[in-house]
RNA sequence: CCAAGAACUCAAUGGC
């Protein structure tokens, strides 16, 4: 905000890229009164906002919960001659599929066929997500034969929403299935499938499977990430091993990461659990110490 | 003056 001040004061002109990023800013903290000021700047100083600036505000919209006021905004870029594309509408349709609106995302589709665009990989995913959460996997699977007939073949991102769903469900052996399904077409799991499956088998109580889909996410040359270390801790603190969470804990660091809000109440929560209050409030303090705030 | 680069959408983690 005070660089655009200074850049004001300079009478820097920004372009329709710099207003971008900055509504983009502000949407990121929530801030969308303040985006939408911006908006109004841009206008005013001759920067017409684009389908991009559009589609950043329809974004922060959907991903706030605020699906109609979306809604409206599509509308209003239709009033001002402003095409959507194929990203407008893969986040409106996100958005549908987030507040679980499945069915109104099939009038969407049709719109967008109205308008001669075709879905594209990404809208497939968003559905096949959204179908997934709905438990509608009957669906989920239908979209992704169907990806696979229209010529877009489904990618890792699909796979492991599929993936996540099984875990979810509690059916570990399809989840397996799909694993061997996407290996079967070539696609190799990453960073977040492991992920996935660590989370999922760590709930089930099947920490030797977790430990091992751990060891092999490394062995494939992936860094695990936070959410990674963090989903193996949670499934050691569910059985009462707070000292193997713990160490991952020091692990962690070791590698070079830096644990989050998640990772230490996940411990803390673990550590109450197990009747160690005097732990738990130590380890808040170290969390505290390290700049992260309890919430 | 020319060229290049820069902005938007999909999957995973705790508690309440």
Same mark, same amino acid.
């Given at each position: 905000?005070?660089?655009?001040?200074?850049?004001?004061?300079?009478?820097?002109?920004?372009?329709?890229?710099?207003?971008?990023?900055?509504?983009?800013?502000?949407?990121?903290?929530?801030?969308?009164?303040?985006?939408?000021?911006?908006?109004?700047?841009?206008?005013?100083?001759?920067?017409?906002?684009?389908?991009? &600036?559009?589609?950043?505000?329809?974004?922060?919209?959907?991903?706030?919960?605020?699906?109609?006021?979306? !809604?409206?905004?599509?509308?209003?870029?239709?009033?001002?001659?402003?095409?959507?594309?194929?990203?407008?509408?893969?986040?409106?349709?996100?958005?549908?599929?987030?507040?679980?609106?499945?069915?109104?995302?099939?009038?969407?589709? /049709?719109?967008?066929?109205?308008?001669?665009?075709?879905?594209?990989?990404?809208?497939?995913?968003?559905? /096949?997500n959204g179908y997934c959460k709905e438990g509608n996997v009957h669906q989920a699977l239908f979209l992704h034969d169907e990806m696979i007939r229209k010529g877009i073949p489904p990618n890792v991102v699909t796979y492991t929403a599929l993936i996540d769903n099984m875990c979810k469900a509690g059916n570990l052996t399809r989840a397996m299935d799909i694993m061997g399904q996407m290996q079967e077409r070539g696609?190799?799991?990453?960073?977040?499938?492991?992920?996935?499956?660590?989370?999922?088998?760590?709930?089930?109580?099947?920490?030797?499977?977790?430990?091992?889909?751990?060891?092999?996410?490394?062995?494939?040359?992936?860094?695990?990430?936070? &959410?990674?270390?963090?989903?193996?801790?949670?499934?050691?603190?569910?059985?009462?091993?707070?000292?193997?969470?713990?160490?991952?804990?020091?692990?962690?660091?070791?590698?070079?990461?830096?644990?989050?809000?998640?990772?230490?109440?996940?411990?803390?929560?673990? !550590?109450?659990? &197990?009747?160690?209050?005097?732990?738990?409030?130590? !380890?808040?303090?170290?969390? /505290?110490?390290?700049?992260?705030?309890?919430?």
């Amino acid at each position: 905000e005070s660089v655009y001040e200074e850049m004001m004061k300079c009478r820097i002109s920004l372009n329709v890229y710099s207003y971008n990023i900055l509504i983009r800013g502000f949407c990121a903290y929530d801030k969308m009164d303040r985006a939408l000021l911006f908006l109004d700047e841009m206008e005013k100083n001759g920067c017409y906002p684009n389908v991009i &600036t559009f589609n950043t505000l329809l974004d922060a919209y959907c991903k706030l919960g605020m699906i109609d006021k979306a !809604l409206n905004l599509l509308q209003v870029m239709s009033t001002r001659e402003l095409k959507p594309n194929l990203i407008t509408y893969n986040t409106v349709i996100n958005g549908l599929c987030r507040e679980g609106y499945m069915d109104k995302t099939k009038d969407i589709l /049709v719109e967008m066929s109205n308008r001669g665009m075709n879905p594209d990989r990404v809208t497939y995913n968003t559905l /096949v997500n959204g179908y997934c959460k709905e438990g509608n996997v009957h669906q989920a699977l239908f979209l992704h034969d169907e990806m696979i007939r229209k010529g877009i073949p489904p990618n890792v991102v699909t796979y492991t929403a599929l993936i996540d769903n099984m875990c979810k469900a509690g059916n570990l052996t399809r989840a397996m299935d799909i694993m061997g399904q996407m290996q079967e077409r070539g696609l190799e799991p990453n960073e977040m499938t492991y992920t996935t499956l660590i989370d999922g088998f760590s709930k089930q109580g099947f920490l030797d499977n977790a430990f091992l889909f751990f060891r092999q996410m490394v062995e494939d040359g992936l860094q695990p990430s936070v &959410t990674a270390y963090n989903s193996l801790i949670n499934g050691y603190c569910l059985l009462g091993k707070i000292d193997k969470a713990s160490e991952l804990l020091q692990d962690m660091e070791t590698a070079g990461l830096v644990p989050d809000l998640i990772t230490y109440s996940t411990i803390i929560h673990g !550590l109450c659990g &197990t009747g160690d209050l005097d732990k738990a409030f130590e !380890l808040n303090e170290r969390m /505290v110490v390290k700049g992260i705030l309890p919430d």
